[in-house]
Every structure is written in C-alpha cells, then in structure tokens.
C-alpha cells in the first residue's frame, strides 16, 4: 500500500479554522499595529476637553503626569504588545492545524498571565491615582 493512499485530506472544520485563523491575523496586524504605533506615546489625547489620560485617570496636560503613571505607562505597553505577539502566534499554530498541542497550551497561559498581569498593574495605577488626587 502507499502511505499517500491512506492519509486524509484535512477535513472541512480544519479549514475553517484555518481560514479563520488567517483572517483574524490579518485584522491584528491591521488594527492592532498602527494602534499600538499611536499608543507608544504613553498618553490618550482627549481631543473634546484637552484632557491627557492614562490608564483612563484624566490630566491636564502631559506636564502634569506624574514619572510613576508614565513608568506604569510604559509597562503597560509592554505587556500589551507581549499580549498582541502570543494572540499571534496562537494564531499562527491554528493556521497551520495545530489545534490541540503544549504550545497552545503555553500560550493560552501566556495570554492569561499578561492579561492578569495588566488587571494588577491598572489597579496600582488606580491606587497611585487616587493617593496623588487626596495627597498631592
């Protein structure tokens, strides 16, 4: 018998999930690339009031942030492009029909640990905001 006799096409789910994983990437790179480009300036511009904002706690003006919300901007950041390029590279893996593996695995739980990781650190920019505006 021949082996290639005997293997199986990839079934129709596989594609889908394939073709799916291809489009997704796609989007990523299209959203998710010139957002974060914007966002490397550590800062939102809030066109309407003038206000500076980061981690959703409003300033006046970039003059007025404090180095210690810029520094937790900065890890901020960091931490979402780790988030983008693990979301990546799962897709990347469903793209090429790896579904169930350890390095889904491994990056399902790099995802979970960046996604906690930036709930801590958008608490202690809470908890830093609030000690600035009782004691400044």
Known sequence: MNANEMTQKPNSRLNRIRKISRNLKVCVLIYFVPLCLM?????????????????????????????????????????YLLGVISFYR???????????????????KRLGTYLA??????????????RQILFP
């Open 39 to 79: 966002a490397l300036n550590f800062k939102s511009v809030h066109m309407a009031n003038g206000m500076v904002s980061i981690f959703n706690h409003p300033y006046a003006s970039v003059s007025d942030i404090p180095a210690t919300m810029y520094a937790l901007g900065a890890i901020g950041m960091g931490i």
């Open 90 to 108: 799962l897709l990347n893996l469903f793209e090429k029909g790896v579904i169930f593996s350890a390095a889904n695995g491994l990056e399902i």
């Open 117 to 130: 990781a930036y709930g801590i650190l958008a608490v202690a920019a809470k908890v830093i905001y609030t």
